[in-house]
């Protein structure tokens, strides 16, 4: 079972057969109370069926021949009022707020400390839209100047951009 928080692992705990039918765990996670909105999504995987009844289907797999059948299960996303505003801002909306009250990036990077990895995703995202001839270098000057979650939440979106680069060359 893993939680996520704005599409970030939070916690993760393995799951026993469960002791009563129909139920493999309950439990409860208590997470800090966050300083913006946040959605919450929980999700659980396990063995995939073999059994001739109800197999799981090999999907198609370009990278790989191998296949492990799991089973996987979602919650629907729980949105957390956290700033008490009482309307849901997606980390997008926090995103395009700070970069355009940052006067430098210096200042973005202090302006992002506040919030979660998944807001300074989207601020990469902006900043690359904005300038992408300047985008490895406010990059950069993020990650030195932000502190960890920040920094790891640019370099999260940097790598999955030059990733998807990447594959499109191909």
């Known amino acids: 079972m893993a939680l996520y928080v704005n599409g970030i ?6 799951i026993e057969d469960g002791t009563r039918a129909g139920v493999k765990w309950e439990g409860t996670w208590r997470l800090p109370k966050p300083a913006h909105d946040v959605h919450l999504v ?5 063995p995939g069926v073999t059994a001739p009844y109800w197999p799981t289907a090999k999907p198609y797999q370009p990278t790989s021949i191998e296949f492990a059948p799991y089973v996987l299960g979602l919650s629907g996303a729980v949105f957390v009022d956290g700033d008490g505003s009482r309307a849901f801002e997606p980390a997008v909306e926090y995103a395009r707020r700070e970069v355009s009250a940052a006067a430098d990036i210096r200042q973005l990077a202090a302006r992002l400390r506040s ?3 998944a807001v300074a995703i989207q601020a990469a ?8 001839a ?6 950069r000057s993020i990650m030195q ?10 370099a999260a979106y940097q790598e999955a951009w030059n990733d998807s680069q990447a594959r499109r060359a191909r």
Do not use: C
């Open 9 to 14: 692992l939070a916690r993760e705990e393995e």
């Open 42 to 46: 929980a999700v659980a995987t396990g």
């Open 115 to 117: 919030y979660d990895g």
């Open 125 to 132: 995202s902006l900043l690359r839209v904005r300038d992408p």
């Open 134 to 139: 300047a985008f490895d270098e406010n990059i």
């Open 145 to 154: 100047a932000a502190p960890a979650h920040v920094a790891n939440g640019v």
